[in-house]
């Protein structure tokens, strides 16, 4: 089955700076890449997501990436705010019921 | 607009006690809903899914069972709790197969004491 891991598990940024976060996939037939923002004690909030067909997608200040020859997807976020202060959760789905599998989660810092 | 309900927020609870947990989803009808546990400082897991009323799939085994009573209730249950039960359970739904958008709800922080 598909597994997905994610990179770094904590990350601290300087508010203003940029952060990345970096997620890769086991199985080519994965085709849909959400991200998923959870603030303490709520449920995940899905932010943005990718589909295999696309390479780049941006929603204001937060692009996704997605290299299917690597096999990997990456979230970034430009001019941090102390509000983007969350764990952020990457996935990767090929579209059945079941099988979204999810990475481990990043805790993001942004320090003001 | 679509919004998805669960209650309670908290519960504590002591070993072999039962347990409901529900979830509703308004605004949409036929939706795909999923059950997933997220111990702390980790991913998520999933448990169960239901793609209609009265079809539930388990994708672990465990301690707990799921039920699909009405098209946009699901109920999370256990007839005695362990303390290994103990988490933050999240319900989410999705508009069904090939949508692959999936939403979720608040969460139950559960505690087994």
């Known amino acids: 089955g598909e597994n997905v891991e994610q990179h770094p598990s904590t990350l601290s940024v300087q508010e203003g700076d940029s952060a990345v976060i970096k997620c890769t996939y086991s199985d080519s037939a994965s085709n849909y890449f959400p991200w998923y923002k959870q603030e303490l004690g709520k449920g995940p909030q899905l932010i943005i997501d990718i589909r295999s067909n696309v390479g780049e997608k941006k929603d204001q200040r937060i692009a996704v990436t997605l290299n299917k020859t690597a096999k990997h997807f990456s979230l970034h976020i430009t001019e941090t705010q102390p509000e983007d202060s969350a764990v952020y959760f990457c996935?990767?789905?090929?579209?059945?019921?079941?099988?979204?599998?999810f990475g481990a989660g990043t805790r993001l810092t942004v320090k003001p | 607009s679509q919004t998805i309900h669960q209650w309670p927020a908290t519960l504590v609870q002591p070993v072999g006690s039962p347990l409901s947990l529900e979830c509703t989803v308004e605004g949409t009808s036929n939706p795909n809903l999923y059950w997933y546990r997220q111990a702390a400082g980790r991913g998520l897991q999933l448990l169960f899914y239901?793609?209609?009323?009265?079809?539930i799939s388990s994708e672990v085994p465990q301690n707990l069972s799921a039920s699909r009573p009405q098209d946009r209730q699901f109920i999370l249950s256990s007839k005695k709790l362990l303390l290994s039960d103990s988490g933050f359970y999240l319900c989410?739904?999705?508009?069904?197969?090939?949508?692959?958008?999936?939403?979720f709800g608040s969460g139950t922080q559960l505690s087994v004491l």
């Open positions: 996935a990767a789905s090929m579209g059945y019921n079941n099988d979204m599998r």
């Open positions: 989410a739904w999705c508009a069904g197969a090939g949508n692959e958008k999936l939403f």
């Open positions: 239901s793609v209609g009323i009265g079809q």
